[in-house]
């Protein structure tokens, strides 16, 4: 149940900021700055220094708030597990490696592989995961989400690369469960400007809000 929560938790929220910075004190002041925007699911990933410990300052840091802290860029077991051990509630990777969802499995994490192919899709749907990561999303666009929902409706499908301000609508229309995104999110810091990176934050959620509201209607 612990696992089925996380993932609907990260359904709900619709967005999952990828951090990716040059230190340790510039993640923790993106982290922060997205968090104040509202966006609740937090992917730190392995090309951050000291990102596992990062991981495991946040989790202690937040762990009476609403935030899914969560590791990004796991490309094998080995790291998934140590980032699991220190308390990371989802994996996301870039690509599928099979050995790695197993490693998710036993421990009953959620994990998200990158996948841009129907095979990868399927393998990844009969190894049991419930959110296919749609892995660069800007090398075909929302129109890759329909294409994979008409032989495969049953997987749930987040966009992570190319998704902004401008198309997450139609991310979101398409078909995606929740979208992912980084270096539209965090550009602000590249320029000192946190306050950039939170009004960003708020976009995003308020847009995704928005799309699936209109698909109410």
Known sequence: MKRMKTIMDIVDSGVVAVIRAESKE??????????KGGIKALEITMTVP???DIIKELTQLYKDEDVIIG???????????ACILA???YIVSSSLNLDTVKLCNRYRVPIMPGIMTPAEALKALEAGVEVLKVFPGNAFGPSIIKAFKGPMPQ????PTGGVSLDNVHEWIEAGAVAVGTGSVLTKGAKTGDYELVTETAKKFVDAVKQARANLKQ
Request: proline fraction near 3%.
């Open 26 to 35: 510039e993640g923790m002041k993106i982290i922060e700055a997205v968090k």
């Open 50 to 52: 000291g990102a596992v």
């Open 71 to 81: 590791a990004g860029t796991v490309l094998d077991p080995e790291t998934a597990r």
């Open 87 to 89: 308390g990371a509630k």
């Open 155 to 158: 997987g749930n499908y987040m």
